[in-house]
């Protein structure tokens, strides 16, 4: 079974990160989450980093705020897929610094990076991700896909119903 790690700075990311973790429950992915701070806890986010991979983990979801290191150092350590978060913080510049942190990396460290507070969409990348060799993970992709179509529709309709 795949399992994914998501990970973040800080127990105020949690709100936000919650997007993700409820996301991937409902695609019957396991996740383990942890706080691994680039800044306050480094020995911690290098041991994570370098050992992700170890640990049975397919995708790594790292979110941060403010200069937000997080995402691009854990992708500097590991060789797994990793997805950034940026998150509107306290200490942010409307959130542009952490989504600028996250999307600039240089090359051969990828990080893919979702929209400001996108925990949800780094919740269904990671799921995507994972259903490329999970047939089990596709199925339930389809099929959550299939009913945000429905639900255009059924908005659709009712607008005309009007």
């Known amino acids: 079974m795949s399992k994914v790690g998501i990970i973040m700075g800080s127990t105020s990311d949690l709100p936000v990160m919650q997007e993700a973790i409820d996301i991937l429950a409902g695609f019957d992915i396991q996740t383990e989450v942890d706080i691994v701070s680039a800044h306050r ?16 983990f397919s995708v790594i979801i790292a979110g941060a705020g403010g200069a937000a290191h997080l995402p691009g150092m854990i992708a500097s350590l590991s060789p797994l897929p990793v997805i950034g978060v940026p998150v509107k913080s306290r200490n ?39 259903g490329a060799h999970d ?17 255009v529709e059924e908005g659709a309709k009712s607008l005309k119903e009007k």
Request: proline fraction near 4%; glycine fraction near 12%; charge should be positive.
């Open 41 to 56: 806890t480094p020995d911690k986010l290098f041991d994570y980093g370098k050992h992700a991979h170890e640990r049975g």
């Open 92 to 130: 942010s510049i409307d959130g542009w610094d952490s989504v600028l942190s996250i999307l600039q990396m240089p090359g051969g460290v990828p990080v893919a990076t979702v929209a400001l507070d996108g925990a949800k969409n780094a919740g269904i990348l990671a799921a995507q991700i994972i």
């Open 135 to 151: 047939k089990c993970v596709l199925d339930k992709i389809i099929a959550y896909k299939e009913g945000l179509k429905i639900k």
